[in-house]
């Protein structure tokens, strides 16, 4: 990835020291509420270790897959003096750095025993301080006993309800937020609009046969030879969720939509099970639809304000599985103030309808790390209400979809750092009489197959709505080139929902995208004459005018 392509141009900025591209990526990391990153066999340059410290963030360093590292049998004598030097090195050379808090002997396969012998030897004598773990995969190693780790995948598209299949994913290795997984998500992600669109020639957008198919797109993704070459595995899914597209910027929001919650199930997960996982990826090293939670412009799309979202301070999560409402303090910090839970659901198409409201739950304090289970909702009854307001097609064609909201409203005794009063939190679902069903039994470490797919294509019937800006107030800091903004969005209509609403800033000279731009919230949902408040930290470099834009998913629906 870029972190390891180090120049002058990219990583000593004529920003200064505050917007080197590795702070910048760095600072997208602490944005999304993670807490660790794993590097595999690229072992950085000094200003990523001293950053990561100097930001609290951890590290996992450790041995490459799929190269002669991991090729032991086919050894020299030199190959082998060299392999004891490199980690030798390595390991003088980022002990010291606290960030680094364990270290991967190997990645897909385990060392032979000599090998790890020799690493966990050599180590020791550079006094590294921290836990040497044999492989990044799940292996029983003669030297030092279970990994302790998984590396089951998938690597491709999976449903929100994926990650909590737990029973699954415990007797048959895959499904399920269990254990620590060192590599694995939901895949494929699509680039925004935005990017794709100073990506390649307009000319090559979209294709009206090929549409994501056509190889401008497939260039973009994986090895052309290898199995993730385009969006085979992906565009069906898409299609059959939420509709097909006519255009590109359809196509693209429409991924930002899945990628937001399926990266985000993914992660509430994770932290639900009190488990660990890291995602892959995190960056790519060129334009791609493929594999990141921000993408080559430092642009964070669906999939980084989902994971932004399920690591919040406190949490609202519904599970797709069960129902079951849960609230997720994702600090090591009692949450010491009252909080109300309150579940509502909505009918969005023809019209916008309050379906259902729960009755709320206040919870007077939230312990450190904890999970706590608030209610359930029954999927049986909300489906038979859907079914009522947004009627099924007469052919069976089109299922009736709503979304679920699950509403956090803070009392009074809230301080500085935990809101309080108007300042609600929410997580929403978007659900459906037809939701997807997970194959289990067509399961590999690369993917697992769904029997069926979900049905959101009615929502593309909710009235179209335009967010307005209400007021865009601009705020100079002491960084020359950013800027803070304080954007006030309304939904102007009194019937329909704003969905997905994505804040955009734009340089007025270029046209571009400015990033990072680092919203506290992205493609968030507004009910009906809704106001919102939404902050930004935005990267402008030399930019001189800055323009703030707002969308919704009806923008740009067929």
């Avoid at 001293?50 to 030199?78: K, N, Y």
């Avoid at 639900?272 to 995190?282: A, E, N």
């Avoid at 005018?545 to 707002?550: F, G, H, N, Q, Y």
Wanted: hydrophobic share 40%; glycine share 6%; aromatic share 12%.
């Amino acid at each position: 990835d870029l972190f390891y392509r180090f120049s002058q141009e990219n990583n000593i900025s004529t920003f200064g020291s505050l917007n080197t591209r590795i702070r910048h990526q760095l600072e997208l990391v602490k944005h999304m509420n993670l807490n660790t990153i794993r590097l595999e066999g690229k072992f950085e340059y000094h200003e990523f270790f001293d950053l990561a410290s100097e930001m609290g963030l951890l590290v996992i360093p450790g041995i490459e897959c799929c190269t002669s590292w991991q090729s032991w049998p086919h050894w020299t004598t030199s190959m082998r003096r060299i392999a004891r030097a490199s980690v030798r090195d390595q390991s003088r050379r980022l002990g010291h750095f606290a960030c680094n808090v364990a270290f991967l002997a190997s990645s897909d396969e385990l060392p032979p025993p000599e090998i790890e012998r020799m690493y966990r030897d050599v180590m020791r004598k550079e006094h590294w301080p921290n836990p040497i773990i044999s492989a990044a995969s799940s292996q029983e190693s003669t030297i030092s006993g279970s990994s302790g780790t998984k590396m089951t995948g998938p690597y491709s598209w999976v449903p929100p309800v994926y990650w909590l299949a737990d029973v699954n994913g415990m007797t048959m290795d895959f499904g399920g937020a269990w254990g620590f997984l060192t590599e694995g998500g939901p895949g494929e992600a699509p680039m925004t609009f935005e990017s794709w669109q100073r990506t390649v020639p307009a000319a090559h957008l979209w294709d009206a046969t090929e549409g994501s198919l056509s190889s401008w797109w497939s260039a973009h993704m994986g090895n052309p030879k290898g199995v993730f070459y385009n969006l085979r595995r992906y565009t069906p899914a898409l299609n059959a969720r939420l509709g097909p597209s006519s255009s590109a910027q359809e196509y693209c929001y429409k991924a930002q939509v899945q990628n937001y919650e399926g990266i985000r199930a993914m992660f509430e997960g994770y932290s639900k099970m009190k488990h660990g996982v890291i995602q892959w990826m995190m960056n790519d090293a060129y334009p791609s639809h493929l594999w990141h939670l921000y993408d080559y412009y430092l642009v964070g799309g669906g999939g980084f304000y989902g994971a932004r979202s399920a690591g919040e301070p406190l949490h609202p999560m519904l599970s797709y599985v069960d129902g079951s409402v849960s609230l997720i303090n994702n600090r090591f910090q009692t949450w010491m103030s009252s909080v109300a839970v309150t579940v509502f659901a909505y009918a969005v198409s023809p019209t916008f309808h309050v379906m259902y409201q729960s009755p709320s739950v206040v919870v007077d304090i939230v312990p450190s790390d904890a999970v706590m289970d608030i209610m359930t909702v029954n999927f049986e009854e909300l489906n038979a209400l859907a079914s009522q307001y947004t009627p099924p097609q007469p052919d069976g064609s089109q299922a009736s979809a709503y979304f679920v909201e699950v509403r956090l409203s803070f009392g009074d005794g809230c301080n500085e750092t935990q809101p309080c009063g108007a300042a609600n939190v929410s997580s929403w679902y978007l659900l459906s009489t037809v939701m997807d069903v997970v194959n289990f039994t067509d399961s590999n470490n690369l993917w697992t197959n769904c029997s069926k797919w979900a049905d959101f294509t009615s929502i593309s019937g909710a009235p179209r709505v335009k967010p307005q800006f209400v007021d865009v107030v601009f705020s100079e800091i002491d960084d020359p080139f950013r800027i803070l903004v304080n954007a006030t969005v309304s939904n102007p209509s009194s019937d329909a929902l704003a969905m997905y609403v994505q804040l955009v800033a734009v340089c007025t000279e270029t046209g571009l995208e400015l990033a990072p731009s680092l919203w506290d919230d992205n493609f968030f949902m507004m009910l009906p004459n809704a106001t919102k408040n939404v902050h930004g930290n935005i990267f402008r470099g030399k930019c001189a005018s800055v323009e703030i834009r707002a969308k919704a998913l009806t923008d740009v629906l067929s």
